[in-house]
């Protein structure tokens, strides 16, 4: 009996020692979760939450990661991420941002950022540009809270940002710019 323990304890630690390559934070965030959770597969709407809270958006690279650590098949975790409508698939946009609005993140004025960004593009969080320029989203917290506030440009986290900066950087992309 106290034999099932450890061996349940060993599986769950041999899953959390591989971790995603990237060695993107908002993986670990995820690991996280998924340990507490033990790595149960009934846990996979919990985890999608969690991941969806990190990401902004769930995109296939993460559907993957989830599928892989829970043993679960893609087709499974892909269903349930498309069949609830909490959850959003990578947005449509050709280029992405994400501005976290975690407590660290808020406090350091990320609000102030997401609303620059958004009387800039038009758009509000959660909608992509008419042009299909753009996707604009926001997370709960990426797991980088010792650069708040953060943003996530097409996959590329950066920190401490002002309102000015992230609207220099999404004009490098074309978006926004005055005719
Ligand atoms: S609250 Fe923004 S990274 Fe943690």
């Excluded at 985890?47 to 969806?52: F, T, Y």
């Excluded at 296939?60 to 990661?65: A, I, N, Q, R």
């Excluded at 947005?91 to 960004?117: E, M, W």
């Excluded at 097409?154 to 005719?179: C, L």
């Amino acid at each position: 009996m106290e034999s099932t323990g450890i061996k349940t304890k060993q599986k769950a630690d041999r899953q959390a020692a591989s971790e995603h390559p990237s060695g993107d934070k908002r993986f670990k965030v995820l690991d996280i979760t998924m340990k507490r959770a033990q790595y149960r597969q009934d846990a996979l709407i919990e985890v999608l939450h969690k991941a969806q809270e990190s990401f902004g958006f769930l995109e296939e690279d993460v559907l993957l990661y989830v599928a892989r650590k829970l043993k679960l098949p893609l087709s499974r975790v892909f269903g349930v991420a498309t069949f609830y409508h909490l959850f959003s698939l990578k947005p449509s946009g050709a280029h992405s941002c994400v501005v976290c609005l975690g407590t660290a993140c808020y406090v350091k004025g990320s609000g102030a950022v997401l609303s620059a960004l958004e009387n800039h593009t038009g758009i509000h969080q959660g909608e992509t540009t008419a042009d299909g320029q753009m996707s604009l989203m926001t997370a709960r917290c990426l797991g980088a809270c010792g650069i708040a506030p953060a943003v996530v440009f097409d996959g590329t986290v950066a920190g401490k940002q002002t309102a000015e900066e992230a609207i220099d950087k999404i004009k490098q992309w074309g978006i926004g710019n005055e005719a």
